[in-house]
């Protein structure tokens, strides 16, 4: 099973920002958090990733809270290309025994509108 | 970071026939993985490509409906054997080049209907 929880589906004005929470009480000391986006009819796409600081890269930043139960994902000026499901996904490091592969869980439904 | 193409994009295959999909990476990779997307649902892990070794399955999927090759570091394959309509889904591979590397790429995914 996922270890993580996320809203089913939200919505998002054009040019505003988009955040996107996700909750993973459980996750262990050398778990990083990683966020994926698969828009229709393509592969996922990874997006960001993060252990316990704040990360920003060019399409979105992370953040995680101090006790690294929940993040959120924020796209700081949303676009209607931006329309996808958002996975956030918990996993180890590869040399820490992690298998390497992803356990997405149901993810978040983002709509951008106009 | 890895370009990943994956054949047939998509396929309508008759029921009790069997379809291979193959899996070709610009550039060696460490690990190499299989999933499926069934309609409307997110992804499950099918399987583990072990190089020159047998797949590693994950719970609910066996060898003899999904066998795998892994020839070499840059090349996969996925057989769906003896399909039939509950088989209808996207097969996607996915690949994380190496145990440093942070993120995992994915092909665009075959669309399989079986009829």
């Known amino acids: 099973d996922a270890k993580t929880t996320q809203p089913p589906s939200m919505d998002c004005a054009e040019g505003r920002a988009a955040n996107l929470p996700c909750n993973h009480s459980?996750?262990?000391?050398?778990?990083?958090v990683y966020w994926y986006r698969q828009i229709h009819s393509q592969g996922p796409q990874y997006i960001i990733h993060?252990?316990?600081n704040n990360e920003t890269n060019e399409m979105a930043s992370l953040i995680i809270t101090e006790d690294r139960k929940s993040s959120t994902l924020i796209l700081p000026h949303a676009t209607l290309r931006d329309t996808a499901v958002y996975y956030c996904?918990?996993?180890?490091?590869?040399?820490?025994?992690?298998?390497?592969?992803?356990?997405f869980g149901k993810g978040t439904k983002l709509s951008v509108k106009p | 970071s890895a370009v990943i193409s994956q054949k047939p994009s998509r396929d309508i295959c008759q029921r009790g026939t069997s379809l291979t999909i193959q899996c070709q990476v610009d550039?060696?990779?460490?690990?190499m993985f299989w999933y499926r997307q069934q309609p409307g649902q997110s992804l499950t892990l099918i399987a583990t490509a072990n190089q020159g070794s047998e797949a590693t399955y994950e719970s609910g999927f066996v060898i003899d409906k999904f066998p795998i090759s892994r020839p070499n570091l840059t090349f996969s394959t996925l057989t769906v054997s003896n399909m039939s309509p509950e088989d209808s889904s996207i097969y996607l591979c996915?690949?994380?080049?190496?145990?440093?590397?942070?993120?995992?790429?994915f092909g665009q995914g075959t669309r399989l209907t079986v009829v």
């Open positions: 459980t996750i262990s000391g050398n778990e990083y």
């Open positions: 550039s060696q990779v460490t690990m």
């Open positions: 996915s690949v994380v080049p190496d145990r440093v590397s942070t993120e995992a790429f």
């Open positions: 993060g252990l316990k």
């Open positions: 996904i918990v996993r180890g490091n590869l040399y820490g025994g992690s298998q390497g592969n992803l356990i």
